[in-house]
């Protein structure tokens, strides 16, 4: 168990490697090959199943369990429950992404039916569904944030439901019980693509299943990931553009090069521009 | 409400900054991803949502709904029947996508029982799609055109169903009535890549969320679109190709090119490289 | 008919620009887009269509019928042996990729359902997936081929089911009776995207649907992929990268170039690069 976040990120590669781990993820058809590349990219192996008949089979055997409720349906809610249920007993550890939560009654729901029928590990969120969950007040657009104390809502989750809560926004709070990270990480044009937060959860599983310590997984990833988000904006031109625009600006240009980060960013490389602190809550 | 294209070209960014509309797609698996993330480059925020639960939900408080049946079943249709019926109800404006109406009869029987059920706005097709639904001769094959005389059907779609006919093709005719519009924007490129029509159905979708007059607002979208096109176009190496070329040329090339120019292009910009001419039906 | 791998591979362009044949696919959320393009961009016309009412209609009238059991469903199931039977009847090639067979129970016993109830021309799978349906040893996690044979696997494949067997790896094999080719072409890149085994049986597809030999249509298809891969995989930067890399190097850049290579490539020059010998089982 690493025991610190990077420590956590320097283990990262080598764990990897070694066990590849099966991540099981249940998501939303917008970014399905988006989450299963980037699953891939850092390093383990994404399967996408959804059927009743062979979601506990599958999630018996994965390294991670990930539920996304983006495109949800009731029949896709109660295959999450089998496979989140399936990961349980199985000791795999299971990572809630309620987009939209707040949006429609039906999302609200639909989470808060997960969570009363599975032991969720980690909450991957943001600052308005976050809010939401925790019965705080929030505003939500489609599956947006559009205002919330994200940090409030980290806390507030975390407790309420025993999870690790992690809420990323233009600072993450990762909180678990009085324990409370606070990551800088990340870029603006993160917002400028769609599915961003979904391959974050996507890359929170992959660190949960190769490190047991799910506050410090999560932490970590969020590092990882915003720090490739860094990285990839290096890569794209700086704003504001003109017409014409002199080099390569804008969302896919910024998306092929957050996912050649995502690929080439090592633990070591990553830790080294960590923008991590404690906020706990003393 | 704009009085010319060009107007509502110049007003655009300003006042999808201000709304930054929701816009829910009820839309096909093959272009979920690049539809959000093309309403997301040209300013607004993209939702997808199917649920028959949460589908009204969502549609009353978009600022557009766009029905797209290229994957559909009876399901499908009937969530988009409920969404479309919300939005009726709170004044938003709803777009039919017919992807492959006269491919099967399922697809032109669906395209009818939306139309009879929903206050359709718009009708963004390809010629062959809209003279199916037109009643005219057409040759189909899949999804793609095979036959069809696009102002013909665009201006019998128009008065058919009451609607705005945005017909796309090696020239755009957009019909209201007796109005119609001529857009000669575009590039064969658009016809390389999958999903050029849903995607260029979402933009119309964006321009209809923040311009009441519909013709106005399709006709501007087209315009969009296709300079769009046009300034992607030019990122790709010219043809003939040789083995090997010499700098990037391919499909995929041309998708992120297409991306990065509809985020940079600016409606001014677009307004200046405008073709548009008006062919009334007098 | 063709004679040799050469002669197939020559004659693609011509052909697909001929005939530009439907290929309809009933294949898994993961995928959709990246097949449609990949179809689109070897010169066939995608189509996808899954409800029961309509994939007998599209399925006569296709080029090819492809059947996908990666994000499988019941339902989804018997729609894929409605459109087999259908494409039987019209005497359509089906092609099918077991995705995950053995995997879980379910997706092993669908493959066996599909391939009772169908006439299937091609399979085209990976080691493990191969293996299970052919009654051999193997070990599979997701939809990773862990281990397998993938020579026996193609040999037994072939004669247990009377079906042209593409098993793809390291080395590609390609079994009908008892002849066999063996096709080096191809890139370990391609083991660092997802969807890479399923646009390969994308391509597959389309060779079938212009030649009626199936084994030379499969084993060409494999070179044409493969020497695809290997071009585009020039067009990434040498391994090990660095920190910071020099130049572009990561999963997306090397999609980009993947798609292009493969608009790019004539079957001349595909056939100058081929790495293909008979194995046969004599």
């Given amino acids: 168990m690493a025991k610190t976040v990077a420590e956590c990120l320097r283990n990262k590669q080598a764990r990897l490697q070694a066990q590849r781990p099966l991540i099981h993820s249940l998501t939303n058809f917008v970014v399905m090959n988006d989450c299963a590349n980037m699953i891939l990219t850092v390093g383990a192996s994404p399967v996408m199943a959804h059927a009743p008949e062979e979601v506990a089979e599958m999630a018996a055997v994965s390294g991670a369990v990930i539920l996304n409720i983006g495109t949800l349906t009731r029949s896709w809610v109660e295959a999450m429950v089998l496979a989140g249920q399936a990961a349980n007993k199985a000791g795999v550890p299971v990572l809630l992404d309620p987009v939209g939560a707040g949006a429609t009654r039906m999302r609200t729901e639909a989470c808060l039916q997960i969570l009363a029928a599975v032991k969720v590990a980690v909450i991957r969120a943001n600052a308005a569904e976050a809010a939401v969950l925790a019965g705080l007040d929030a505003q939500v657009k489609g599956v947006d944030a559009v205002s919330g104390d994200a940090l409030a809502a980290a806390r507030t989750l975390a407790r309420r439901f025993n999870v690790v809560a992690a809420v990323t926004g233009p600072v993450d709070y990762v909180a678990a019980g009085e324990k409370t990270y606070a990551i800088s990480n990340g870029d603006v044009w993160l917002s400028r693509l ?17 490190e047991p310590d799910y506050l410090i997984a999560a932490a970590a990833a969020l590092v990882f990931y915003g720090v490739a988000g860094e990285v990839a904006a290096g890569k794209v031109a700086l704003e504001p553009g003109g017409s014409p625009w002199p080099v390569p600006r804008g969302p896919l240009t910024y998306k092929t090069a957050l996912f050649d980060a995502a690929y080439n960013l090592t633990g070591e490389w990553a830790a080294s521009l960590a923008r991590v602190e404690r906020r706990d809550d003393v």
């Fill in 194 to 210: 769609t599915g961003t937060g979904c391959m974050c959860s996507s890359v929170v599983g992959c660190f949960c299943a190769v």
